[in-house]
């Protein structure tokens, strides 16, 4: 948790050089059982709000934010978040006070992450790879570790019968155009989730189906070459059901 706001919070040109902060859960990971825990603690005592330790205009403090959010459903571990954060409160918490709710009608971009948020959790329950495996080795493997340059990450989760989904953060500003990821799934690949989505407040840059090709990458025998949208996370399944 600490490590990744820290990360969040630098403007992206910094955040080639500490690429670590959201790459070292994960050499602690399996001595643990633990919670991706976006709590109470993270909204009080000046502290702000999660939405508003992001950098930039609106546009690209909201991008982050549902960058941030996809990375976290993607990573291994159980989710928590506190009332509020879900569709991007403003004002810290006060237990005195209700939730600032009028944000849902002003403008797409809280709206935008309130329905974001249902379809993770939609297709956190659809999606066995998203939660089964959380604390088995066997569950998850890095992809793409060190891309410091563009600040890609990129893994794949996979549950106990073998279906696999990819999971990749751009957190820049920059559309990443051919971006060539190996996958361990030859075939198809369909991208069910993007969070750069118009529907989310995004800039609706998004690469539906995508096939694979012959040509090693990261490890893998087969890879596909997608358009990374800006400030973004996208998932992507070879799932034939």
């Not at 810290?92 to 600032?100: D, K, M, R, T, V």
């Not at 939609?122 to 604390?135: I, M, N, W």
């Amino acid at each position: 948790m600490h490590d990744s706001l820290a990360y969040m919070k630098r403007d992206p040109i910094y955040r080639q050089h500490h690429h670590h902060e959201m790459t070292f859960s994960m050499v602690y990971a399996y001595n643990e059982n633990f919670v991706l825990s976006l709590s109470h603690d993270e909204v009080v005592h000046g502290k702000g709000t999660i939405l508003s330790r992001m950098p930039g205009d609106d546009w690209q403090r909201f991008a982050n934010l549902r960058a941030y959010y996809g990375f976290m459903f993607g990573h291994p571990g159980k989710k928590l978040m506190f009332m509020g954060s879900e569709f991007g409160v403003t004002n810290e918490w006060n237990p005195a006070e209700s939730l600032n709710w009028n944000l849902l009608q002003q403008g797409p971009y809280h709206q935008g992450m309130l329905t974001m948020i249902s379809e993770l959790n939609t297709l956190y329950q659809r999606y066995p790879a998203l939660h089964e495996l959380d604390f088995d080795r066997d569950g998850f493997r890095w992809l793409i570790l060190e891309d410091h340059g563009q600040s890609v990450f990129a893994f794949y989760r996979k549950d106990s019968a073998g279906k696999t989904m990819v999971i990749i953060s751009n957190m820049t500003p920059y559309v990443r155009h051919d971006y060539c990821i190996g996958v361990p799934v030859d075939g198809l690949w369909q991208e069910i989730f993007n969070s750069d989505d118009q529907r989310f407040g995004g800039s609706h840059i998004v690469n539906g189906s995508v096939a694979t090709r012959p040509v090693a990458q990261h490890s893998q025998t087969q890879s596909i070459s997608l358009t990374l949208p800006p400030l973004a996370t996208i998932m992507l399944t070879a799932d034939r059901e």
